[in-house]
């Protein structure tokens, strides 16, 4: 699904990705984990194609395909999902028409017929009771006035709406209430599927003891600098990113099946 | 007579244009051959402000620094409206299924006295001629007071000033509408639309248009005005409209004013909207000035009653070459009124956006609350924007905000949407649009709103155009 080689990334003229290299099938789960300021924001937004983010080296393949060289609506398009850190307010825009847009706009894409507001509002329906989100997130503008816990479910309900085949999960669960983190991250378990692959970017293992990933890789100054199965985020949090730092990533022999870090 | 009005054409002053030359002959002419009237003072009021032909606002003129008439110097316009008998003639309009009662206008073409009777009108509204209304006791008193209160002095008035020297002859178009004590009148819908499609006729139209409102203490009245762009394909001479627009709010009145233009880039529009608020009044106001070549709004809002609210807003888009300049005054008199201006521009190709809002809050005007705010958005390179909110305050215990942005649309919002599978062009679309619509949103009329958000997306400038500009 997804295989980034040796990608360095500046931001701003200064260089944060420092030759990354990650491999992630469909199926799987994978969280990346890391102090404040190892990057982990930047390779989502490397991956979405966010403008000011410059790949200096590397690759990232996507189903095979140089994903740098898409634009960010045509990698949206091809099944690439983002969910922002800090969703967007854009008020004046309503949610179902702003939804039913980037949908149907993905499904012209791929040659796919368009929905009408009937058909797109049963699919709406459905998601929305998998979510437990109120019908009346739909009527609002994308956002505005959201609180943090509804701005991040509205992520999930826009990932659950548009299908992707790869999706990254920047900060989901950041200014989350535990309840809400519950809400979230049942919503995300509920999305797995063997065709799809998600990226969970995350500061805490907290998270992760909702969604349990197949793949834990640390992020360090750049780059992956330890992978493990989900018990590294739990060796993780009782001992501190300073223990890799002190050679604690000998502990951990990569897994079978990832080359990331490898 | 007026020493003004017997001036000849030949002493004209040095710098009018014939634009003016050619308005000043024709209002002479109906001087020549007018009967007397209750009009007269007024008229000749104006005749003497005009002094000679009038001038043509300049660029050394205060309020018209970025508001270029050069196009219209040379036009030789015809002012003597012939009477249309076909005004109600069903037509479509920019607002469809309004519940109102509707009256269809066409500019270039006087209202016949039969439109002013249409079998929609709720009891309570009347429409009136000019000359029957100031024949009706106490109508008139109000009336000549909206007159008498006039600014005709200078050359940044001269638009009103040739407004009322045509009073009550056939170059003017003066349309009356009364609202009883305590009646809601309801919806009354005003639809121009564009001079009379004849590829023959090469007619270059002025029109002198009044519309004369008069709210009884309690009436309520929403006015929908509309102006239909030409038919698509047809090129059309130049048209100028300048219409004054005056209100008398009596105490506890309420009118809601919904405006909407889509004129075509050879129509030009003069607008002077003067409302004068009694105690505990309401004035809404919500224009959306989607069309176009040089669009001039000037407002003002005189609240001379306590308690009363004016709450203005308005959408504008400007593209090609077109200017849209909106003057606006809220004139704080009485204590304890409210207002709001809350203006949003959309500016692409070479278009020019201006805003002149003030707000004055006199000596005794305590307690009052004041919102500006002008927001705008500057889709191309070439595109200016003008903006100018003032705040003026000589009273006690004001609370009073105001602000003004020029900007880009916001990269963020660009790239979330992006990032959903939207192309660029669509993204900026839609955020461009969503700048509009927050003005419309303030409509409780869920259809009324509907079709302005079509309107809205359709005026929007070519952004695929834009975007290269922009790159």
Known sequence: MLEIKNLHAKVGGKEILKGLDLSVKAGEVHAIMGPNGAGKSTLGNVIAGRDGYEVTQGEVLYKGQNLLELSPEERACSGVFLAFQYPVEIPGVNNTYFLRAALNAQRKFRGEPQLDSMQFLKLVREKLEILHISDDLLHRAVNEGFSGGEKKRNEIFQMAVLGPSLAVLDETDSGLDIDALRMVAEGVNRLRSEDRAIIVITHYQRLLDHIVPDFVHVLADGRISASGGADLAIKLEERGYTWLAQGGIAAVPAPAGSRAGA | ?471
Not at chain 2, 11 to 35: E, V
Not at chain 2, 248 to 263: G, K, W
């Open chain 2, 1 to 471: 007579m007026s020493q003004a009005s017997q001036a000849s054409p030949a002493s004209q002053t040095r710098d009018s244009s014939s634009l003016t030359s050619a308005w000043w002959q024709q209002l002479q002419a109906h001087q020549a051959n007018s009967q007397p009237s209750p009009l007269d003072e007024f008229r000749h009021a104006a005749l003497d402000a005009l002094d000679g032909a009038g001038r043509l606002p300049g660029r050394k003129d205060e309020h018209w620094k970025y508001f270029s008439l050069q196009a219209l110097e040379t036009l030789q316009p015809e002012l003597n409206l012939p009477l249309n008998a076909l005004v109600t003639e069903q037509q479509p309009s920019l607002l469809a299924n309004t519940q109102a009662c509707r009256l269809a206008l066409r500019m270039g073409a006087r209202l016949s006295p039969a439109a002013l009777q249409p079998a929609c009108l709720p009891a309570g509204l009347r429409l009136l001629g000019l000359e029957e209304a100031v024949r009706e006791e106490p109508l008139s008193v109000v009336i000549r007071e909206l007159l008498a209160r006039e600014q005709l002095q200078g050359a940044g008035r001269v638009f009103q000033a040739m407004n009322t020297a045509a009073l009550g002859t056939p170059l003017d178009n003066t349309m009356v509408v009364h609202v009883a004590q305590g009646v809601d009148a309801g919806r009354l819908q005003l639809d121009w639309l564009p001079a009379q499609a004849d590829a023959a006729d090469a007619t270059v139209w002025l029109e002198n248009a009044r519309l004369i409102i008069v709210l009884e203490p309690g009436a309520r009245l929403q006015l929908l005005e509309s102006f239909s762009p030409a038919e698509s394909g047809q090129e059309r001479p130049p048209a100028i409209l300048n219409q004054v627009t005056q209100v008398q709010l009596s105490e506890n009145a309420l009118f809601d004013h919904l405006r909407v233009q889509m004129a075509g880039v050879n129509q030009h529009l003069f607008l002077t909207g003067q409302v004068y608020q009694g105690t505990g009044s309401e004035f809404r106001y919500t224009g959306f000035e989607l069309g176009g070549g040089l669009v001039r709004n000037e407002l003002l809002c005189r609240l001379d009653g306590s308690a009363a609210r004016s709450d203005l807003a308005a959408a504008f888009i400007g593209k090609g070459e077109s200017c849209v300049d909106h003057h606006v005054l809220v004139d704080h008199v009485a204590p304890a009124c409210t207002s709001a201006q809350n203006f949003r521009g959309v500016l692409g190709d070479r278009s020019r956006g201006v805003f002149n809002g003030k707000a004055l809050i006199r000596p005794g005007a305590d307690g009052s609350s004041v919102r500006q705010s002008n927001a705008n958005l500057l889709l191309s390179d070439l595109a200016e924007m003008n903006t100018k909110p003032e705040l003026e305050i000589y009273a006690d215990e004001v609370e009073a905000s105001h602000g003004a942005t020029v900007g880009q649309l916001d990269e963020a919002a660009l790239f979330y949407l992006q990032s959903r599978g939207l192309g660029e062009d669509d993204a900026r679309r839609i955020l461009t649009g969503a700048f509009c619509r927050a003005i419309g949103a303030r409509l409780a009329d869920r259809k009324l709103v509907e079709q302005i958000e079509v309107l809205l997306d359709a005026a929007m400038p070519a952004l695929a155009e834009l975007g290269e500009e922009a790159a």
